[in-house]
């Protein structure tokens, strides 16, 4: 079964349901008596909640991790998507810059900060690619590359309202 599908169905059980249905009138009692960007803020930590529970089940699943794998795999790739967010967030930065407003020399050193973002990029996948060789198989890191493509090209479509890997057209 597709862990997404698996993911999702497990939050419909009846019994849960129930629960989920209780803690909404909760929070939505609660969420009443925040501000509107305090419930932004909580609505965007649950969906990555979520997400990461989605990612859990998916890349288990997909890796076929056993129990000691799992414990001793998540706080290394948790550690390792921490340090790329924060050099994604800086690239990001980077480009986000208007060129228009810059000095030939301003738009020099965006450039090389870039390429040295990308290249710390690179350098921090060769660093996990050793620490997960260390609890993964050679065979199980090459599945996880493909494992992170296929769980985000799942989340794309699913935002975008398309039917799901291995779902009924």
Known sequence: MNPFAAFF?????????ALA?????????HAQAQGPRQQLRAARAERLS??????????????????????RFWPVYNEFITRR???????????????EGLTDQQIRENLTQTYATRQQELNL????????QKVLSLRQVAQLLAAERDF?????KRVAGTPAMGAPE
Do not use: H
């Open 9 to 17: 169905s497990i939050i419909a059980a009846p019994r849960r349901l």
């Open 21 to 29: 249905g209780a803690l909404l009138l909760a929070a939505g009692g």
């Open 50 to 71: 979520q997400l990461d529970n989605a990612r859990i089940a998916f890349f288990t699943s997909r890796l076929s991790l056993t129990q000691d794998q799992a414990q």
């Open 85 to 99: 967010r924060a050099l994604n967030r800086a690239s990001r930065s980077l480009k986000r810059e208007q060129i």
């Open 125 to 132: 996948e060769k660093e996990y690619f050793d620490k997960f």
């Open 152 to 156: 985000t090209k799942e989340v794309i």
